[in-house]
């Protein structure tokens, strides 16, 4: 059941999955102008045959990704194989990726994973950046609490599948329940 994926993104939706998934042997441009794709008004007959309406839309496309590429600190890597390039610029180039659909809702599902923490603190960074610049609605999903903290307006602290806890980054740290499941006692008797 639920939506196809196509559908999902054209209403507006952008996801990064908590285990990379780029294409590994196209260029880091290639990787983000596929995404641009969804918007391409020229059809089958002058992407074959090269006509000027796809020589102007695919022009455009490379303009727009070399965009996203520099804002993301990947510009001067448009030409390597993503493949090649280490783990935390994998992980911005699929966040490129999804910013390319023009989503106004972008879906992180554990985007520190497997970071180290500087790393992570560049990612912090950025993801409080791209949701000024592009001005889009975050749902972030994480585990690693100075990434949250850090960049969450509002957090919700699942245990075991269940809300045990919603507000501010400041009522969730000293959220008694929040403690509890996730340290295993209250920090006050320590």
């Known amino acids: 059941g639920g939506l196809k994926p196509y559908i999902i993104c054209k209403n507006g939706v952008a996801r990064t999955f908590q285990n990379i998934r780029l294409f590994k042997d196209l260029t880091v441009l290639d990787n983000v102008r596929i995404a641009m794709h969804k918007n391409v008004k020229y059809g089958l007959f002058s992407s074959f045959f090269h006509l000027p309406a796809y020589t102007r839309e695919e022009d ?40 390319a659909t023009n989503p106004s809702l ?46 969450c307006e509002r957090i919700y602290v699942l245990d075991y599948g269940m809300v045990i806890a919603s507000g501010t980054p400041d009522e969730i740290k000293t959220n008694e329940r929040v403690i509890k499941a996730y340290l295993g006692e209250d920090l006050n008797n320590a």
């Not at 510009?75 to 911005?92: F, I, S, T």
């Not at 609490?145 to 850090?150: D, Y």
């Open 106 to 151: 972008l879906l992180l599902d554990e985007p520190a994973a497997g970071m180290n923490p500087a790393e992570t603190a560049q990612l912090t960074e950025l993801i409080g950046w791209i949701r000024e610049k592009f001005n889009l609605t975050i749902l972030l999903i994480e585990h690693d609490m100075s990434l949250v903290m850090g960049i």
């Open 60 to 99: 455009e496309l490379i303009k727009q990704s070399m965009e996203l590429l520099e804002i993301l600190k990947l510009d001067h890597k448009k030409d390597e194989l993503a493949k090649n390039l280490p783990y935390g610029e994998q992980r911005h180039l699929e966040i490129a990726r999804a910013l």
